[in-house]
T-cell receptor, first 112, second 114 residues
Framework: DSGVTQTPKHLITATGQRVTLRCSPR?????VYWYQQSLDQGLQFLIQ???????AKGNILERFSAQQFPDLHSELNLSSLELGDSALYFC???????????FGSGTRLTVV | QKEVEQDPGPLSVPEGAIVSLNCTYS??????FMWYRQYSRKGPELLMY????GNKEDGRFTAQVDKSSKYISLFIRDSQPSDSATYLC??????????????FGQGTILTVHP
């Protein structure tokens, strides 16, 4: 167990729907990262928060948004879902803003 | 062209073999280099972390970074069936707008057979 908790582990939803993925970082970690892993694109950085503030942004779609709450947990919101959004979504956390991230076990999203 | 290139394999070796995994990159701003191991249906797990050029050893694992050639390697000695996994190289810059962002290679699938 890495200490990074992601829920749910699996999610199946229909196209056009909206889902929320949740992440609790390791105790003491201030930074949270979201990554998407698909067969064709590999592991892609989406967004990073540090102590509640957005710190870095990758190729995150406008349909996707995230936030980090005062208790440091984070949520990734995916809306107007398309078949191509089916992927593994990983949350990771680190103590510092440029620390080496520890990954959670991921949420497997299937859009049908 | 991707910023980080990694041979996806698959790579199949007998138990006890020395395994060499490699990545090349094009972004000269990368300063931090990592190797992660990912078992099926699990999250990536950090194996090695190095800063700038040089070698680092940890048990059966050795990481090498050659910034002049933009080339990094991971060597696994005395490979075991439990080493069978996907190995991902990852890199990051030291600051700026990419602060904290890791860029990953595609991953190399390794199988060690008894």
């Amino acid at each position: 167990d890495s200490g990074v908790t992601q829920t749910p582990k699996h999610l199946i939803t229909a196209t056009g729907q909206r889902v929320t993925l949740r992440c609790s970082p390791r105790s003491g970690d201030l930074s949270v990262y979201w990554y998407q892993q698909s067969l064709d694109q590999g592991l892609q950085f989406l967004i990073q928060y540090y102590n509640g503030e957005e710190r870095a942004k990758g190729n995150i779609l406008e349909r996707f948004s995230a936030q980090q709450f005062p208790d440091l947990h984070s949520e990734l919101n995916l809306s107007s879902l398309e078949l191509g959004d089916s992927a593994l979504y990983f949350c990771a956390s680190s103590v510092r803003g440029n620390g080496v991230p520890t990954f959670g076990s991921g949420t497997r999203l299937t859009v049908v | 062209q991707k910023e980080v290139e990694q041979d996806p394999g698959p790579l199949s070796v007998p138990e006890g073999a020395i395994v060499s995994l490699n990545c090349t990159y094009s972004n000269s701003a990368f300063q931090y280099f990592m190797w992660y191991r990912q078992y099926s249906r699990k999250g990536p797990e950090l194996l090695m972390y190095t800063y700038s050029s040089g070698n680092k050893e940890d048990g059966r694992f050795t990481a090498q970074v050659d910034k002049s050639s933009k080339y990094i390697s991971l060597f696994i000695r005395d490979s075991q069936p439990s080493d069978s996994a996907t190995y991902l190289c990852a890199m990051s810059e030291s600051g700026g707008t990419s602060y904290g962002k890791l860029t990953f290679g595609q991953g190399t699938i390794l199988t060690v057979h008894p």
